[in-house]
């Protein structure tokens, strides 16, 4: 068995894998998959990586980000999805994949699914909410267009506002409305009129088409745009039957450029009208109020009194009150000199040489207290020291020698001889005795 591996030839594992790699990414240059996503990852680099799985088999799928950028969505786990891309061979895992160039939804087209997608995501960030939506002015003075220079739809609106309201101002941003790039120069357009300021009002819009046709209307971009417009926009975009996502964020939905036109102008017969009927109005309550002015007047000019009457009454109510305020001037006098009484009996009471003296009869009567405390402070104090001299005497040394002690200590360093083998014969000693002291030889010591 040795010898025939000998004679054949031997490969490496790198070998192998570059002849499988070779032979696949030959033969699967271009395939169509169809299969459901799982194990979707999407890291931070960009790239998304996937299995697509059916019933029998599994095989490994990756979008790098250059080509994930043109994708119109983002797919989902679980989701049923139709790839078309190449094989390759991944070397140091020994792995094939399909590395994707185009992806979309099965029973659905790429373009709706984006569309789905981006209008859940928007209405979630409330972009899409009634209340964040601004009025439009009732007679815009400088309208401002975002379309296309050579479209039907800018004809269509400049025809309908000159036939409405012929000087008007219209300023037009010219842009492209589909293709490449057309998304980001809509975008761009309607920040470009906020920064010019003056506008009462923007329409942006084209003429219809297929979906392909207006999707520059459903880019994020565009949306976020009108968003951000401090300035209410008009979304003109296609026919009636025609929906696209600006017409959701926009402040007002018109189904036809026309249409927004009519929309954001009336006809001078219209406001003419309204003047008219404002005039009639107003006439009318005019005289309304002129009749209720009059009709008050009337009954306040029956119940007017005869002047005379009132000065009469005024004179009977001028008297009572006079008499009134003397009897109340009188109780308030009484009662102030009562008061006074009161106070002048409270002063007495309170007067600084009264206080004074009952102050004085308190103090000597308070040096009487401590005469008599401190005397028998005093007393106590020589009693107990008296006690203390009497245990003092009693405990004393030199009492003790009153009755046949001394005390001796040896010379010359008067140290205090408790035992007898403290001096030796020959030594001289200090004997201190009840009345004088004795200075002694040792002749001899005993114990």
């Known amino acids: 068995m040795f010898e025939n591996a000998s004679k054949a030839q031997i490969l490496s594992v790198s070998a192998v894998t570059q002849l499988i790699k070779r032979h696949l990414e030959t033969r699967f240059i271009d395939v169509w998959v169809e299969g459901e996503v799982s194990n979707l990852r999407m890291p931070s680099s960009g790239h998304l990586y996937f299995t697509l799985k059916d019933a029998d088999a599994q095989l490994r799928g990756v979008i790098f980000r250059s080509s994930g950028r043109s994708l119109k969505f983002i797919p989902k786990e679980g989701q049923q999805v139709l790839c078309r891309g190449r094989v390759t061979v991944y070397e140091p895992r020994g792995e094939y994949q399909l590395v994707i160039d185009y992806l979309e ?14 209008k859940e995501r928007l209405q979630s960030e409330g972009l899409f909410d009634p209340a964040r939506k601004k009025p439009l002015p009732m007679l815009p003075r400088r309208i401002g267009l975002v379309t296309s220079p050579t479209g039907a739809a800018i004809r269509d609106i400049l025809k309908v506002l000159r036939r409405r309201f012929a000087n008007l101002e219209v300023l037009i941003n010219p842009v492209p409305v589909q293709g490449e790039g057309a998304a980001a120069a809509i975008a761009s357009a309607l ?49 009636e039957a025609d929906y696209t996502i600006t017409d959701f964020v926009a402040d007002l939905r018109a189904p036809t450029p026309s249409a927004a036109a009519e929309m954001v102008v009336r006809t001078k017969r219209e406001l003419q009208d309204r003047i008219k009927f404002g005039q009639v109005r107003l006439g009318q309550g005019i005289r309304r109020r002129l009749e209720a002015v009059r009709s008050r007047w009337k009954v306040q000019q029956r119940a007017l009194r005869d002047p005379l009457k009132l000065i009469e009454a005024h004179l009977l109510r001028l008297d009572e ?9 009188f109780n308030i006098l009484r009662h102030q000199a009562q008061r006074l009484r009161h106070a002048r009996e409270s002063l007495r009471h309170r007067s600084p040489i009264e206080r004074l003296r009952r102050l004085g009869t308190q103090a000597q009567e308070t040096v009487k207290r401590l005469d008599l405390q401190m005397g028998f402070h005093l007393r106590q104090k020589r009693n107990r020291l008296e006690s203390a001299l009497s245990k003092l005497d009693s405990l004393s040394p030199l009492a003790i020698l009153s009755r046949g002690y001394s005390i001796t200590r040896t010379l010359p360093d008067m140290a205090l001889v408790k035992k007898a083998r403290r001096v030796r014969p020959g030594d001289r000693v200090h004997v201190k005795l009840h009345e004088g002291s004795l200075i002694c030889h040792v002749e001899k010591t005993e114990g």
């Open 105 to 118: 939804p099965r029973g659905i087209g790429s373009l709706q699914a984006a569309f789905e997608q981006l």
């Open 191 to 239: 920040d470009e009129l906020n920064e010019i300021g003056g506008l009462d009002v923007i329409i942006v819009g084209r003429g219809g088409g297929s979906l392909e046709d207006l999707w520059a209307f459903n880019e994020e971009a565009v949306a976020r745009a009108i968003a951000r417009s401090n300035i209410p926009v008009i979304s003109a975009v296609g026919h």
């Open 321 to 329: 009150l006079e008499g009134r305020g003397r009897r109340g001037l």
